[in-house]
């Protein structure tokens, strides 16, 4: 059998678990479960009726995606909920990361640079873009 594991105070699923026939899944404190597959990329479970549901996608808005690689242009993404968790990186290290609450995360170069921006916050869908600065 397989089992979608989830957080019974959110509806944010946690893993999916197979067990042998016979068995259940081990569930700990704040824990529940449903039989069944799910992707927990892309769904949640509805707390009120226990089935599964899509997530959000995340609100957010970017204004372009290529800039000018000279320490001024920016590239401004707009619409993002207050404690999501933001990170920019290029393909080598991490440039930034905390917790976003003002709404606006500003990505700028002074080189060129491909750079991966990611959102997260549940039940948002997590939310990524390449940003190219030349």
Do not use: C
């Not at 001024?72 to 991490?94: C, F, H, K, Q, W």
């Amino acid at each position: 059998m397989i089992y979608t594991i989830y957080d019974t105070t959110t509806g944010e699923i946690i893993k999916v678990q197979g067990v042998a026939h016979t068995d259940t899944p081990t569930l700990y404190d704040g824990q529940g479960a449903l039989e069944g597959e799910s992707n927990m990329t892309v769904q949640m479970v509805d707390l009120s009726s226990l089935v599964l549901i899509d997530r959000p996608p995340m609100p957010v808005v970017v204004d372009k995606l290529i800039g000018v690689a000279d320490g001024i242009d920016l590239i401004t993404i707009t619409g993002i909920p207050v404690g999501t968790e933001a990170s920019v990186s290029n393909r080598r290290v991490s440039l930034l990361y905390g917790t976003e609450n003002d709404g606006i995360v500003e990505v700028g170069s002074a080189y060129p640079a491909t750079l991966n921006v990611s959102l997260r916050l549940f039940p948002y869908v997590n939310w990524e873009q390449e940003v190219n600065f030349t």
